[in-house]
């Protein structure tokens, strides 16, 4: 099995304590079953706070859903006041749950490749994603598997016509979606097809599950009548909004192009709404709240 990935990717580092918005705090980190059974198998001080930190649910599996249990203030227990985990301190990087060893970081699993890619919802990859100039190449990486995934699992095989169909479509979209001789503008209607009108895309949000008041904030100003495909082809905006198109399409390749378009004119729906708030503020907002979660794509998808 071979794993590729943007070229940009190999280039991401998470910048730790100078992450204004760490994505230690406001969610819940679900503990893998391995990492759990080796943080019970630990011994020492640092092994018993590590313990009485975290939870088992019954989640009507027979291990339960283990998870840190969130300060008051929605911060992870381990994340310390200077932005550092106490846990890489204590016991290196080794130590992190799956979901800490890979986030920003999301795969998609073909029969005979591993796709790669980082994601908006984290400060450092935004920038890295949107404001990447040399076109979007794919290229091989190491294969990911630095929190004990067990890639003897992962069987490589021949896709099926299905697969090979998807792919290709996938593919076809990004290279027409970085095709400068038409304005964005019209990349995206050609690409998404029948699209929502801005009206309808707010009532889609408003339906959505919110994990911050600040997302809610944003989106709330959208005024239904505006034109967001103004900003699209925007000199100061049009690259960050083709790179974010490409990256949905990479991200979601069984949902398809019309998936990809919403999500886009979504996110140009607050920038219109939100002239003085910055637009990697927007994007981390909108990633995190709306993009990182599966049911609300899935809702999404259900709505179109
Ligand atoms: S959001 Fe990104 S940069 Fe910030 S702590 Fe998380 S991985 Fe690191």
Known sequence: MRAIAPSYYPMFRCIAGACRHTCCANWEVD???????????????????????????????????????????????????????????????????????????????RSDVIECGIGLSCEAAIPLILGWDKGFEMVDVPLPGGADLDLDDVIEEEPDELEIEVYEARDNAIRAASDRSAALSERVRMLGGPLWDSGRRLEVMKKLESLSQEWVSIYSRIDAAADPFTVLDDPQYSLQFENMLVYFLFRYPWEGARLACELLLMVADCVIANPSVDLFDIVREFSSNVEYSDCNIDDIQSFL
């Open 31 to 109: 503990i893998d079953p391995e990492t759990y059974d080796k943080y019970m198998n630990m011994s020492g001080a640092f092994a018993e706070r590590i313990r009485s930190s975290i939870v088992v649910e019954d989640d009507g599996s027979s291990t339960g859903e283990a998870h840190f249990v969130l300060r008051p203030d929605g911060r992870c227990p381990m994340l310390r006041d200077d932005g550092l985990c106490d846990l890489i301190l204590a016991c290196g990087e080794k130590a992190l749950c799956r979901v800490c060893d890979e986030h920003p970081r999301f795969f998609n699993y």
